[in-house]
């Protein structure tokens, strides 16, 4: 592994375990195995770790969102289902960005304007998906303001339901995300025909 990939993967460990605020560049550097100065050669900063940490981030999501939201697929509720899981996955894998996303952002203006075209681009994927079940039939026939509330209620719903699970103070297992995905079918079938949800 080169040393700037070895310099993310042991910040994304260690902020995992025990956030950003706690965790220094000589704590990374160390646990790294490298010299402070070989640290700064590729990253000035500790905020730069987290920004290329957050590239990562918007490849891999992206990647295995589109993978999963348009494969040909003959559920769509299912569909909703694996993207849903796909979601809680990515999220417990950058664990300490989604427990700390306003102050990482608000703090950051390089990383806000990133997030914000990240955060646009996949809301227009869920956009994407929600025109595609309209135009197939899968969904009743929804105007624009519905479909764009459709997809930020499903969006919402992903986006923040490990959060929702930890400040209740509940685990994050299997049965939890199970209930995430119930949620968001109810939220889907909602928006289907009747003759559709009676398929099911």
């Known amino acids: 592994m080169k040393t700037r990939d070895r310099i993310v993967e042991t910040a994304k460990r260690l902020f995992n375990e025990s956030g950003t605020g706690s965790v220094t560049t000589n704590h990374i550097a160390a ?8 640290l700064y050669y590729h990253f000035r900063n500790k905020e730069d770790i987290i920004r ?24 769509p509720l299912r569909s909703m289902e694996e993207i849903f899981r796909f979601i809680q996955n990515f999220n417990r894998r950058y664990i300490f960005f989604k427990r700390e996303l306003p102050s990482l ?35 009743r026939p929804l105007d624009e303001e519905e479909r764009q509330g459709l ?35 109810m939220l889907i079938e909602a928006f289907m025909g009747r003759e559709d949800i009676s398929r099911e």
Do not use: C
């Open 151 to 185: 997809a930020e209620m499903s969006w919402l719903i992903a986006l923040f339901w490990i959060n929702y699970l930890e400040v209740s103070g509940e685990k994050i297992d299997e049965s939890s995300l199970e209930r995430g995905i119930a949620i968001s079918r």
């Open 31 to 38: 646990a790294a195995g490298i010299s402070p100065g070989n």
């Open 105 to 139: 952002v608000l703090g950051d203006p390089v990383l806000k304007e990133r997030y914000k075209a990240s955060h646009q681009a996949t809301l227009a994927l869920v956009r994407a998906s929600v025109d595609r079940a309209v135009q197939t039939g899968f969904l």
């Open 52 to 75: 290329a940490i957050f590239d990562e981030m918007v490849a891999y999501g992206r990647e295995g969102f589109t993978s999963i939201a348009f494969a040909p697929v003959s559920d």
